[in-house]
């Protein structure tokens, strides 16, 4: 079936530190993969997006790199900040009957400190 | 434009009680959905909608009932409420095959 597999948090960093998340997916096809981030007390909003095999999303410094190969969409920022203090979930979208689904992680906390 | 809104933000329950979440867009979106979201397991799809008058069932439709009676609004009921229910519920609206806007979520407490 479809899953979606990502890395346990809570993932601790100082401000500035190199982010990397991981993610991986088992899927039929090639799905569009998808980084959506929750801010506390909100709901989720689109980090970024990638809908095709080595396709790469962007925004805000984050990026993710589809990688068919490895079945792997990993979330990576080079420079933190504290405001990137969130919980992030990685998803994916798939075709079902006349809708289209999203699968998602189980979600990474992320905090960064001063 | 307000996106996604959702009432309540915040309810508590006893077990056997009803209650209805409200979901409404002003993006003229076509499909809306609702999940839950709990603890350690990301984000699980209720019920969706494609369209006015039209709803199916998601991963965990058990327990839960929903109507799409306007475009705009996507209602989402439960009976007779659970322990097992208390959760935070998110909508989401989308004009597919793009991406889905998701309300603030409505936090649910049943006892």
């Known amino acids: 079936g479809n899953s979606v597999t990502q890395m346990e948090g809570p993932v601790t960093l100082s401000e500035e530190a190199f982010l990397t998340i991981n993610c991986t997916y088992t899927?039929?096809?090639?799905?569009?993969l998808f980084w959506y981030v929750q801010y506390p007390g909100e709901g989720l909003q689109l980090l970024l997006k990638?809908?095709?095999?080595?396709d790469k999303g962007s925004n805000k410094g984050f990026e993710a790199t589809y990688r068919k190969e490895t079945t792997s969409f990993h979330l990576e920022k080079g420079s933190v900040q504290v405001s990137d203090s969130a919980v992030y979930f990685c998803a994916l979208r798939k075709r079902m009957d006349s809708s289209y689904k999203l699968i998602f992680g189980s979600g990474t906390r992320l905090l960064v400190r001063p | 434009n307000a996106g996604v809104t959702q009432t309540p933000k915040f309810r508590v329950l006893k077990t056997g009680q009803s209650m209805t979440l409200l979901c409404a867009q002003d993006m003229n979106h076509e499909y809306m959905y609702w999940y839950r979201q709990d603890p350690g397991m990301g984000l699980r799809l209720i019920h969706y909608?494609?369209?006015?008058?039209?709803?199916a069932k998601g991963e965990v439709p058990d327990g839960y009932n929903v109507s799409r009676l306007k475009k705009q609004n996507f209602l989402l009921g439960l009976e007779s409420a659970a322990p097992s229910q208390t959760s935070v519920y998110f909508c989401?609206?989308?004009?597919?095959?793009?991406?889905?806007?998701f309300g603030p979520g409505t936090r649910l407490t049943v006892l």
């Open positions: 899927a039929t096809g090639y799905p569009s």
């Open positions: 990638a809908t095709k095999a080595d």
């Open positions: 909608s494609v369209g006015e008058g039209t709803t």
């Open positions: 989401a609206s989308s004009f597919p095959p793009d991406e889905q806007f």
